[in-house]
T-cell receptor, first 115, second 111 residues
């Protein structure tokens, strides 16, 4: 149990376009979902925490107008990178958990390349 | 000082060896402790999850937590080449209720 699916796994797009990444909990209801960013050979950096039905909480230094997060249901959260530029190229990973103090389960990540 | 410190490695061991991976943390509010394994270009996979000080065993893996010294360990017995990955410690809890990841230790198990 506790499977998290992330889509797409890899996307390449032109500078200036917007990209949407989906994160779904397949076999459990996730009260909270998290979005991380990871650069090569570095650890995960938390971008935002998303609770179903409420606005996401962004970490310091993360632009909320740049990285739009929607958590419309207990099984789906989306991250939209708006007007993406080459410096936004990275590995984006979501996670989901059933409740407070429960472990986070991760998706397989989305590799975003902006040309 | 970082909240979670972890030796980045790489750590290279022969197949069958016992591996010891370690982590220290500074925030005494942390209440639960996770170990994740991450293969290249994949998301982290939960290996171990514990609340309290002491040992927790699951197959070849043993997690050890010492809250008094803020030190956590993961032991892998009979290591296999398929264990080659980056291991991330992630304590969490307290008022923030989110995980804080170490930098990860890269493990290479050789034949």
């Amino acid at each position: 149990g506790a499977v998290v699916s992330q889509h797409p796994s890899w996307v390449i797009c032109k500078s200036g376009t917007s990209v949407k990444i989906e994160c779904r909990s397949l076999d459990f209801q996730a009260t909270t979902m998290f979005w991380y960013r990871q650069f090569p050979k570095q650890s995960l950096m938390l971008m935002a925490t998303s609770n179903e039905g409420s606005k996401a909480t962004y970490e310091q230094g993360v632009e909320k107008d740049k990285f739009l997060i929607n958590h419309a249901s207990l099984t789906l959260s989306t991250l939209t990178v708006t007007s993406a530029h080459p410096e936004d190229s990275s590995f984006y990973i979501c996670s989901a958990r059933k409740g407070t103090d429960q472990p986070q389960h991760f998706g397989d990540g989305t590799r975003l390349s902006i040309l | 000082q970082k909240e979670v410190e972890q030796d980045p490695g790489p750590l290279s061991v022969p197949e069958g060896a016992i591996v010891s991976l370690n982590c220290t943390y500074s925030n005494s509010a942390f209440q639960y402790f996770m170990w994740y394994r991450q293969y290249s270009r994949k998301g982290p996979e939960l290996l171990m999850y514990t609340y309290s000080s002491g040992n927790k065993e699951d197959g070849r893996f043993t997690a050890q937590v010492d809250k008094s010294s803020k030190y956590i360990s993961l032991f892998i017995r009979d290591s296999q080449p398929s264990d080659s990955a980056t291991y991330l410690c992630a304590p969490g809890g307290g008022t923030a209720s989110k995980l804080t990841f170490g930098t990860g230790t890269r493990l290479q198990v050789t034949l």
